[in-house]
């Protein structure tokens, strides 16, 4: 289980996350959703390790992670897709997949790369480009198979259909559906909403830095009148 409790970040002396409890458990899918400005992108930036939080706690399976830094929490199981499909442009693909899980051997770490390989089999013939040369749905694809090299419990994607075709993001599901059965926790930062429903176990809408709905995707689907309260600020 991968849960944050009473989590609040703080931003140029403003409360960006206020008190925030969510949880995620492995082999299932979490929807967060929200408006533009909520706050979604802060609390997962700082579930990994990457953003100071004020007061609040980060736990995998019961062991405290928050303030041990980016490579402590991913080595304890957490790795993180932030927004932008962001790749280490200057790198071919393969060195953007050798870059990740420095705590592996290399033997592992060889084969944890080939794994990627296996789930984005797309990648394969683009081995050596460069992946600043690659397009947008290509680079989020690298973006998540790094992530999947440091074999996280935890994978936390943010905005992952942001920009893209939907043929893309349908393939971006579906292997988002394979990693949940394969055991996998998800925490799904997703703009469309219907899409995130139809694959999320258990959702959250975040509203203003604060959870304003907890609850199952039926019972958001049930009632549109939640949405539209935390995306109109009421």
Known sequence: MLKVSNLSVHKNSRTIINDVSISVAEGQIV????????????????IAGMLPIASGAVAVNDKSVHGSGVQTVRTSGVAAVPEGHQVLGGLSVLDNLRAAGPELTPDDRKAEVQKAFEIFPELIPLKQQSASSLSG??????????????????????????????????RLIDVILDLRLQGLGILLIEQFTQLALGVADHCYVLSQGEIKFDGSPQELKGDQSILERAYLGA
């Not at 400005?37 to 609390?43: D, N």
């Not at 973006?143 to 419990?153: F, G, H």
């Open 31 to 46: 929807a967060l959703l929200g408006p533009n400005g909520a706050g979604k992108s802060e609390l997962v930036l700082a």
């Open 137 to 170: 749905g290509q680079q989020q694809m690298v973006a998540i198979a790094q992530a999947l090299v440091s074999r996280p419990k935890f994978l936390l994607i943010d905005e992952m259909s942001l920009g893209l075709a939907p043929v893309i993001i349908d």
